[in-house]
């Protein structure tokens, strides 16, 4: 099984190909990059793949799921760290973070633990009391990474996980990340 397999995957915005027959695969444990020019669908792919978009034509699937027909298992087993960083403005990273560990599967009794060793190797732990709307481009980002780091998904996707980020903060992100 693969982690991700896409079989002749096409979406369509009008008359526009945002993706054409795409095919490939990724294995467990596989880190892949995507890379392309703004505007050839990585983005596309990426909310295709954690089930926000459905596409015009052709199979995805995550862990061998597939997105269309089960997208909730599929939702289940990824996380996925957008690339505009989304949170609740005038919540506090501390709190993002628990209210999204609760809702996965994640041991009641570890989730601080687990919350707080990520946010320290993240460093927002400086930052756990401050309003998310108060937080730099780049802890917005770190933010984004560690709501996905505390869910340890089967699958992880981080879209443009190190835009806005300083340059140790970049080595941070991918250090965790692999």
């Known amino acids: 099984m693969y982690a991700v397999e896409t079989i002749s995957l096409s979406k369509k915005y009008g008359k526009t190909d945002a993706l054409r027959e795409l095919n490939f695969t990724v294995d467990e444990g596989e880190i892949m990059v995507i890379l392309g ?29 597939d997105v269309v027909q089960e ?20 919540h506090k990273p501390s709190s993002i973070l628990k209210f999204h560990a609760s809702m996965f599967d994640i041991d009641p009794a570890k989730r601080g633990d687990l919350i707080e060793q990520t946010m320290k190797e993240l460093e927002l732990w400086e930052s756990r009391d401050k309003m998310f709307m108060h937080l730099s481009g780049g802890q917005a980002k770190r933010l984004e990474t560690a709501k996905v780091l505390v869910q340890r998904p089967k699958l992880a996707i981080f879209d443009e996980p190190t835009s806005q980020v300083d340059l ?8 965790k990340i692999r």
């Open 37 to 65: 020019p703004n505007g050839s669908g990585k983005t596309t792919l990426l909310m295709i793949l954690c089930t926000i978009l459905k596409p015009t034509s052709g199979t995805a699937k995550v862990m061998g799921i």
């Open 168 to 175: 140790r903060g970049k080595r941070k992100i991918w250090d």
């Open 71 to 90: 997208g909730t298992k599929v939702r289940e087993t990824m996380g996925i760290a957008f690339q505009e960083a989304r949170g609740f403005w005038r």
